[in-house]
């Protein structure tokens, strides 16, 4: 295990130098050394990749080192070699010979078709992948489409966060911490959203869900939705405007599969509603603030997880209640906004 | 150029001079061939890249596997030489090759990606002694570059996601992708259940552009959910609104075999797109009738592999495919292994229906509207159904009847003899039931059987002609069954 993770903390140091400036010391040599270096990683993953114990193993040793994301898992070992390509490729700074070399040492022509451990056929693979993208982008418009960029950054920020749950959850928090500061900041909560839903059943959307069938979802994606949550619900701006953007439907489907999330939605659909006063000209309820939520999106969403599978709709119930109970149990509308919104309620749960 | 260079080999006196010679003129021909191909492609090429209509894009399609094969010659030819002499002979490769890498249908064909990036390699100068030439070679480096991680998005949420999770291509494509394909299944799908809801639904140039930009990726494994997708889905329009070059690039790739697709799906592809049915079926024609010989048991791998016995169960392929073996019979005159051929397709049809366990089920005339219902209903039973010593009754039968439906149509033209005639061809088993029953017959060989067995091997005979070979047929089975009786009390009393 040692000299292996030695091997792969020496190669990332081999990378974040095929990227900067140091490469002007580089020559033909070199860059065949450190291909080489790429295909023995490679032969290590496919070794291990049917032996979870191994990579497991692996994985837990990596996890104290703060070595760049992207190479601290196990998956990282099979595409070493695509990695150094497009660094070298795209590095000006690479010494004359180096880089006339280059070409050929990666695309060595009919001999490499075969060799399934050179980097030429998967270096293909990236290119064609590329171009298929480039022709579903063009068909969509340019963009990508929401609901599969969502899903795609959310899976990626979930392996980012499991390679991280080895160093602790501090480190975890952290990244969190960066991306909500850097933004923007509704697309992070729409992956946010949509991380804690993978794997997950009652999915809505416009993707079909990835993952079992069942509420359970599949252990690591457990662990890192543990991680997620945890974060969010520490951090009330964050939270707040969680369950302020998110739509409806996608808050109602978290809440039913996270029960600490739903406890703490609940609780902030609650303290908007307190902020609602009568308006007695207008005969409805209106905000105080201009920012606070407005009366039928309220509704909307208290609607939503009254649909939700049980036991949501009895907890809804039972905080409308009791909001009314401590208004003076009034059943006339206009009085309690409690009592209005039970009212606005339909009674099928 | 080339005639020096003759010159020069003869007097060193190694090859012969006829082999330089042929030598030089083919790399004559191959170079004035590539030069007038290269003058094509690359006014093709400036074409496409002005603009991405529907039209552009589907003859960017139709000229995807030519242009591949271009690329491989070119490649061929370029291997060899340096980066001066390529220059010389082709000034504007770099532009060609260029607008290659940046036209994604074509980067993202097959293998072109391959033969355009082995192109530029040979172009890299591996000594440049100018500013120019080193230029250039940075110049390729940025379009290696470039083919490798071509996507620029225009949002900058994917910028952040880059920046702050240190993710590159090659982590982020094959998600990005598949989460895509998924996108589009699921839009696919939801279309298809909400049919009468025009709203919901794929708008057909939508699904048109869709399909023509599968053409070049039906052998990407990515892409293998969004062709079934589009192989099972099924509009309210009309006409067709998939695009005919989507069709023909995936039954090329189900046949040679770049891409496993389901049955149903292959049967949905034939339903919906002719002439890949006659191309599979010519397929098959090719491989069981090439010039090696095959037994029955091969035929019959052959035969089921190609899933057309599956497809044909539905009786609109059956006649299509059964029109074809029609064609090659008339063509070889009855070559026994196209009969042989048939004998095992129908038989692995029958097999096929037997398999089905649908509601509907097709009457025997739908298949077979040519022959008699009693004909036909008769032949169709199975024949090693029959216990041995019941077979000869129903095959005196099937003889009677045939014997029927042709003699009895001396009004009627020569082609209903041979519609009959077809018919019982599809159904050989019974001719080797009548060789058996004839070889164990102790008295006289019954003329019904004798007829069959004419019948089948010289259709166009004549009643004459028939007659006469009745009786030498006869004759030789009475000497025939005389030998081996001898034979074997010979091999009893030695």
């Given at each position: 295990m040692e000299p292996l993770v030695q091997h792969l903390e020496r190669f990332s140091d081999v990378l974040a130098v095929a990227r900067g400036a140091q490469a002007r010391s580089w020559d033909a040599v070199t860059v065949r050394r450190a291909l080489q270096w790429a295909r023995y990683l490679l032969h290590v993953y496919r070794r291990f990749a049917g032996r979870a114990a191994a990579r497991a193993a692996l994985e837990r040793r990596l996890g104290p080192w703060a070595g760049p994301p992207g190479l601290r898992s196990f998956a990282a070992l099979e595409s070493g070699d695509a990695r150094l390509a497009l660094r070298l490729l795209s590095n000006r700074a690479l010494a004359p010979a180096a880089a006339r070399a280059l070409p050929r040492l990666l695309f060595p022509g009919p001999a490499a078709d075969g060799e399934d451990d050179a980097p030429q056929p998967r270096l293909l693979l990236l290119a064609r992948r590329g171009s298929a993208l480039r022709l579903l982008l063009r068909l969509g418009g340019g963009d990508a489409p929401a609901g599969a960029l969502l899903r795609t950054h959310a899976e990626l920020l979930g392996a980012r966060l499991r390679e991280l749950g080895g160093a602790g959850a501090a480190a975890a928090r952290g990244l969190l911490e960066a991306l909500w500061a850097r933004g923007p900041r509704g697309h992070v909560l729409g992956v946010l959203g949509e991380a804690l839903l993978l794997g997950r059943c009652s999915h809505g959307g416009d993707l079909e869900p990835a993952g079992a069938a069942d509420c359970a979802g599949g252990a690591e994606e457990t662990e890192t939705q543990g991680l997620l949550l945890h974060w969010l619900l520490g951090s009330p701006e964050a939270l707040a405007a969680f369950c302020r953007r998110l739509p409806a439907d996608r808050?109602?489907?978290?809440?039913?599969?996270?029960?600490?999330?739903?406890?703490?939605?609940?609780?902030?659909?609650?303290?908007?509603?307190?902020?609602?006063?009568?308006?007695?000209?207008?005969g409805s309820w209106v905000p105080t603030q201009p920012g606070d939520m407005p009366w039928e999106e309220l509704r909307l969403r208290l609607q939503r997880l009254c649909q939700a599978p049980p036991p949501l709709p009895e907890e809804v119930l039972e905080t409308l209640r009791g909001g009314k109970a401590l208004d003076g149990d009034f059943e006339v509308p206009g009085m309690s906004v409690w009592t209005d919104l039970l009212l606005a309620l339909p009674r099928g749960a | 150029m080339d005639s020096s260079l003759c010159s020069d080999l003869e007097s060193s006196g190694r090859p012969s001079r006829r082999d330089v010679t042929i030598l030089c003129l083919e790399m004559a021909r191959d170079s004035a061939d590539l030069a007038s191909d290269y003058?094509?492609?690359?006014?093709?090429?400036?074409?496409?890249?002005?603009?991405?209509?529907?039209?552009?894009?589907?003859?960017?399609?139709?000229?995807?596997?030519?242009?591949?094969?271009?690329?491989?010659?070119?490649?061929?030819?370029?291997?060899?030489?340096?980066?001066?002499?390529i220059l010389e002979r082709f000034p504007t490769i770099g532009q060609l090759l260029a607008k290659a890498c940046w036209n994604p249908l074509i980067s993202a064909y097959d293998e072109s990606q391959k033969f355009i990036i082995w192109c530029l390699c040979c172009l890299m100068n591996k000594e440049p002694q100018t500013p120019g030439e080193s230029q250039l070679n940075s110049w390729i480096r940025s379009l290696l570059s470039h083919i490798l991680s071509t996507i620029r998005f225009n949002m900058k949420e994917v910028g952040l996601f880059t920046e702050i999770l240190g993710y590159e291509p090659v982590d982020y494509y094959p998600s990005l992708l598949k989460n895509m394909v998924l996108s589009l299944v699921s839009e696919l799908r939801e279309s298809h259940l909400n049919g009468l809801n025009t709203q919901s639904r794929?708008?057909?140039?939508?699904?048109?552009?869709?399909?023509?930009?599968?053409?070049?990726?039906?052998?990407?494994?990515?892409?293998?959910?969004?062709?079934?997708?589009?192989?099972?889905?099924?509009?309210?329009?009309?006409?067709?609104?998939?695009?005919?070059?989507?069709?023909?690039?995936?039954?090329?790739?189900?046949?040679?075999?770049?891409?496993?697709?389901?049955?149903?799906?292959?049967?949905?592809?034939?339903?919906?797109?002719?002439?890949?049915?006659?191309?599979?079926?010519?397929?098959?024609?090719?491989?069981?009738?090439?010039?090696?010989?095959?037994?029955?048991?091969?035929?019959?791998?052959?035969?089921?592999?190609?899933?057309?016995?599956?497809?044909?169960?539905?009786?609109?392929?059956?006649?299509?495919?059964?029109?074809?073996f029609r064609v090659v019979l008339l063509e070889t005159d009855g070559a026994p292994e196209v009969l042989a051929a048939l004998r095992v397709f129908t038989w692995c049809l029958a097999e096929a229906l037997g398999r089905e366990n649908k509601q509907v089920k097709f009457a025997l005339k739908t298949y077979f509207p040519y022959g008699a219902p009693s004909l036909t209903a008769v032949l169709s039973q199975r024949p090693d159904a029959i216990p041995r010593s019941h077979r000869l009754q129903p095959l005196l039968h099937v003889s009677q009847l045939l014997r029927e439906a042709v003699e009895?149509?001396?009004?009627?033209?020569?082609?209903?003899?041979?519609?009959?005639?077809?018919?019982?061809?599809?159904?050989?088993?019974?001719?080797?039931?009548?060789?058996?029953?004839?070889?164990?017959?102790?008295?006289?060989?019954?003329?019904?059987?004798?007829?069959?067995?004419?019948?089948?091997?010289?259709?166009?005979?004549?009643?004459?002609?028939?007659?006469?070979?009745?009786?030498?047929?006869?004759?030789l089975l009475g000497r025939l069954l005389t030998l081996l009786r001898d034979g074997q009390h010979r091999c009893c009393n030695p």
């Open positions: 808050l109602a489907s978290l809440a039913s599969c996270h029960p600490a999330l739903s406890r703490a939605y609940l609780g902030l659909l609650a303290s908007w509603a307190a902020q609602l006063r009568y308006d007695l000209r207008e | 003058q094509f492609w690359l006014q093709k090429l400036s074409v496409w890249e002005q603009s991405s209509t529907k039209e552009t894009q589907q003859d960017t399609c139709l000229h995807l596997s030519r242009f591949q094969e271009f690329l491989k010659q070119m490649y061929e030819f370029l291997k060899e030489m340096d980066s001066n002499a794929m708008a057909p140039e939508r699904m048109m552009s869709l399909s023509q930009v599968c053409v070049p990726l039906v052998t990407l494994p990515d892409f293998e959910p969004l062709v079934e997708a589009l192989l099972t889905y099924h509009g309210r329009e009309p006409q067709e609104v998939l695009s005919p070059e989507f069709f023909e690039a995936v039954n090329e790739a189900v046949l040679s075999k770049k891409m496993i697709l389901p049955a149903s799906s292959v049967v949905s592809l034939w339903f919906r797109h002719l002439p890949s049915l006659e191309r599979a079926t010519l397929h098959l024609f090719e491989k069981l009738f090439s010039s090696e010989r095959h037994c029955l048991r091969e035929m019959e791998c052959c035969i089921k592999e190609s899933l057309l016995p599956q497809a044909a169960c539905h009786p609109a392929i059956f006649r299509i495919v059964d029109e074809m009895d149509h001396t009004r009627g033209s020569p082609r209903d003899a041979f519609e009959s005639w077809f018919l019982f061809a599809h159904f050989g088993g019974w001719v080797d039931l009548a060789v058996e029953q004839l070889l164990r017959m102790e008295a006289d060989p019954p003329e019904g059987l004798l007829w069959l067995l004419v019948f089948y091997y010289s259709p166009q005979d004549g009643s004459q002609q028939r007659a006469q070979t009745m009786v030498e047929l006869k004759a």
